[in-house]
């Protein structure tokens, strides 16, 4: 019933087996290292929650529901990441488990991105690296990150939602690949935001829509009442990184956006053809923002130069980050006062729904003055 690899301490047992198929709240086998490892990360200053604890007996005796803390199992991908909080502070952090040997490339470029120098650069929107764990006599090693949430989650208001989005993303490509990082997968589920304003109370690691004590519905602040979130990349495991004149030449490999013409087999030939890292860079964030955005959602078609471009199959075609922020505002540009500012809903949106939605949106923005902004948005204009 052990994983293959697992150490002795971290052995998923066939005891542990039978009261998971009898208790889908009971530890599976994904959470098994995490309890191995407890005392190692507690000593490091990181405590995980009372399941992972030694010595926890469940406190529930039939299925608990969604309102026991200790019954929240992970839905994070436990086998390699696990929430925690840092005992200096309090702060919910995200542990991320790597070899010790094999993804070195990925711990260098998050060092490289985290130093204090380019931290202090407001364009750099690469999540910052907060601390490694090295446990003694192991292939282990833990990247500690903050907690951050899926950038659409909530859902987008507004055109300016969308557009904030866009820029900030854009911003930090052009960051990443001026220090010469290129991403590489910078696609839907790399593609985060740091919630803070919209969920002032926070909310439980693994069960976002509940409280940090998962005793009832987490309180979520409308996106329209609060300053735009910050976004940021996550995962640099198929990053890679070019020394100053070297070309961003790279070659494979395919991560979650796996349309990019540059993956596609090329006629005649068996071997990977060399592309451009930057350029499958843009391809991959303008695949997200045509997908995710302007698929879902009405009134977004003044962004469909920018992502036209930005998806083009020759590369070449394809803008420079730099260009293709310059080309967002170009789009910005061409949209009359007040548009930009417009609600915007999913495509097949009941048109009676639609009036009232926006109806009252309007009512609401027109009297609400978005943090980090001098002025409600009636005065803008």
Not at 219 to 246: A, C, Q, T
Not at 327 to 336: A, D, E, I, K, P
Request: glycine letters at 4%; one cysteine or more; hydrophobic letters at 35%.
């Amino acid at each position: 019933m052990s994983r293959p690899g697992a150490s002795p301490e971290d052995r998923y047992t066939e005891e542990q087996h039978q009261r998971l198929l009898e208790d889908p709240c009971e530890i599976n086998p994904s959470e098994v290292f995490w309890i191995a490892h407890q005392p190692f990360l507690e000593s490091c200053g990181y405590q995980l929650r009372p399941r992972y604890r030694p010595g926890w007996v469940k406190s529930w005796t039939r299925n608990p529901g969604f309102f026991v803390e200790e019954a929240v199992s992970p839905s994070m991908p436990s086998f390699k990441v696990m929430d925690a909080t840092r005992k200096s502070d309090g702060r919910i952090v995200v542990l991320k488990r790597l070899k010790l040997y094999a993804d070195q490339m990925e711990l260098n470029i998050s060092r490289y991105l985290s130093q204090q120098e380019f931290l202090s650069d407001e364009r750099n929107h690469c999540a910052p690296l907060l601390d490694v764990l090295y446990p003694e006599r192991s292939q282990d090693m833990f990247l500690v990150f903050p907690l951050l949430r899926y950038f659409d989650d909530p859902t987008m208001q507004s055109r300016d939602d969308v557009t904030e989005f866009i820029r900030q993303t854009l911003e930090g490509l052009v960051f990443m690949h001026e220090k010469g990082v290129a991403h590489r997968d910078c696609a839907r589920f790399n593609t985060m935001m740091d919630p803070k304003d919209l969920y002032p109370k926070g909310y439980h690691p693994q069960r976002n829509f509940l409280t940090v004590d998962a005793t009832t519905f987490a309180h979520e602040r409308p996106r329209h009442k609060v300053r735009f979130p910050k976004y940021y990349f996550i995962d640099f495991g198929l990053s890679v990184r070019f020394r100053n004149g070297e070309p961003p030449i790279a070659w494979g490999t395919a991560g979650q956006d796996k349309s990019a013409p540059e993956f596609q087999p090329k006629e005649g030939s068996t071997e990977p053809a060399p592309y451009n890292a930057y350029l499958l860079d843009i391809y991959i964030l303008g695949n997200l923002y045509k997908k995710e955005l302007l698929a879902n959602y009405q009134d977004l078609s003044f962004l469909t130069p920018l992502v036209d471009r930005m998806t083009a199959k020759n590369p070449s075609d394809r803008p420079s980050a730099a260009e293709a922020l310059e080309l967002l505002r170009s789009c910005q540009r061409r949209l009359l006062p007040l548009a930009l500012y417009r609600p915007i809903f999913p495509v097949y949106q009941n048109p009676f729904t639609e009036i009232a939605r926006e109806v009252w949106f309007w009512g609401q923005r027109a009297t609400t003055i978005r943090q980090g902004t001098f002025e409600p948005l009636l005065r803008r204009h």
